[in-house]
Nanobody, 129 residues
Framework: QVQLVESGGGLVQAGGSLRLSCAAS????????MGWFRQAPGKEREFVAA????????RYSDSVKGRFTVSRDNAKNTVDLQMNSLKPEDTAVYYC??????????????????????WGQGTQVTVSS
């Protein structure tokens, strides 16, 4: 059972930056595709970004493309989300998730939250206007 712990959330003004980090409890993390999702109050959970187990392929939602960057360090069991040019509509709880089946690596859809096996507890990001 992999445990995921997010950190780095907070309050930032529009146009600012934050870096989220997700730490995994086990080295098997390096075998999993990873995703970032977010959920704003009263809204469905939505896909933000994904990175395959090796780190060489990434995907982003249209709403964050060009502003957010996902990366991973398998030696440290971490996956990060660098968020730049933040907007008030980015306000949400951000979650990292692990996919044991490597759906994205196998050309599946990394945006399907149902395919992820492990989830963190989330970290709040609030962007003020």
């Amino acid at each position: 059972q992999v445990q995921l712990v997010e950190s780095g959330g907070g309050l930032v003004q529009a146009g600012g930056s934050l870096r989220l980090s997700c730490a995994a409890s086990e080295r098997t993390f390096s075998n999993y595709d990873m995703g970032w999702f977010r959920q704003a109050p009263g809204k469905e959970r939505e896909f933000v970004a994904a990175i395959i187990w090796s780190g060489i392929r990434r995907r982003y939602s249209d709403s964050v493309k060009g502003r957010f960057t996902v990366s991973r360090d398998n030696a440290k069991n971490t996956v990060d989300l660098q968020m730049n040019s933040l907007k008030p509509e980015d306000t949400a709880v951000y979650y990292c998730a692990a996919d044991r089946s490597r759906t994205y690596y196998r050309d599946g859809d990394p945006g399907n939250a149902d395919l992820y096996d492990y989830w963190g507890q989330g970290t709040q990001v609030t962007v003020s206007s």
